[in-house]
């Protein structure tokens, strides 16, 4: 006869079999097992009469006693399999509870789920797979953006965010920055292309071969032979800065071409638009090798697509 015993029902066992062969006196025995001296001479003597499975729980095998029936199982699985499958067991719990007045634990209901494969315990799951990212193998390829908020200046000024910009490939600080905000808007000014550009009398100023004229007023006349920030985000959008004032300004651009458009509103000039049109397709000018590329920008830019 095969018999199931824990390990506390196992070192009862050893404690048994020493007061039996006089290894061992009661009272040392109550002492060992923390229980009584009457508890000691009942296990003694079921012991003596049944051997050592009267010392296995005589619980073991059968249900509990506050187990639930089993038709609420199958309900309440039915109704997890038919709306709450892919939901975890706590989620599931407050659903059950909200919609359908069921109070079945969150333990129990876990338990019901690994049983019926709509759950998988930590233990049994499989470990997660992270992808080893390897450095970019040139400069510019990623830059990573991330900021720190905390009192860089201790007591002498409020407490701002340091936003520093890291090439990847060489772990060089591109860019930072102290700001009293998150640092979003400050992405357009550090990618943008930046030249400086000296204002003439007439308050006009020469950038990748289109002229920008600013509009006269008490701001921009005295400027005049003044240096000016051109400022060409990646957008398509172009600012002209003095001092981290936005200017006001017209252009005219020196390589306007004709476009479709212009040809059908002129029907009389029409043949002679297109030949413009076409003439000026085989001319090889275009913008400025030194500023940025304009091709993902295309009919946004004020440029166009040189």
Request: glycine share 6%.
């Amino acid at each position: 006869m095969v018999v199931s015993m824990s390990e506390r029902e196992f070192s009862r066992l050893r404690v048994l079999m020493d007061i039996d062969s006089g290894r061992l006196r009661i009272g040392d025995a109550a002492q060992l097992l923390n229980i009584s001296l009457r508890q000691v001479l009942r296990l003694r003597r079921d012991f003596r009469a049944h051997g050592a499975a009267s010392l296995a729980s005589k619980r073991r095998g059968r249900p509990r006693n506050n187990k639930l029936p089993a038709a609420v199982r199958e309900l309440t699985m039915a109704i997890v399999k038919e709306r709450y499958a892919d939901f975890g067991p706590t989620l599931a719990v407050e659903k059950l509870r909200e919609n359908h007045a069921c109070l079945v634990s969150r333990e129990t209901l876990r338990k019901w789920m690994i049983e019926d494969g709509l759950w998988i315990d930590r233990k049994h799951r499989l470990p997660p797979v992270h992808q080893p990212r390897h450095r970019r193998e040139r400069v510019g390829e990623l830059v990573q953006i991330d900021g720190s908020r905390h009192y860089w200046f201790e007591n002498r000024g409020p407490e701002v965010t340091l936003i520093v910009y890291i090439d990847d490939a060489t772990s060089r600080i591109q860019h930072a920055a102290h700001r009293p905000h998150d640092g979003r808007q400050l992405l357009g000014d550090v990618f943008a292309w930046k030249e400086e550009r000296t204002l003439t009398h007439n308050l006009t100023v020469h950038y990748d071969k289109v002229l920008f004229m600013l509009e006269p007023n008490e701001i921009t006349r005295p400027l005049a032979r003044q240096r000016l920030m051109i400022v060409d985000y990646p957008d398509g959008r172009i600012a002209i800065r003095h001092k981290g004032l936005d200017l006001p300004y017209r252009t005219f651009d020196k390589l306007q071409k004709i476009n479709q458009a212009a040809i059908v509103e002129n029907k009389r000039l029409g043949e002679v638009l297109a030949y413009i049109a076409a003439r000026q397709e085989t001319q090889t000018e275009g913008r400025s090798k030194k500023a940025p590329r304009r091709r993902g920008q295309a009919e946004r830019h004020m440029f166009k697509v040189s």
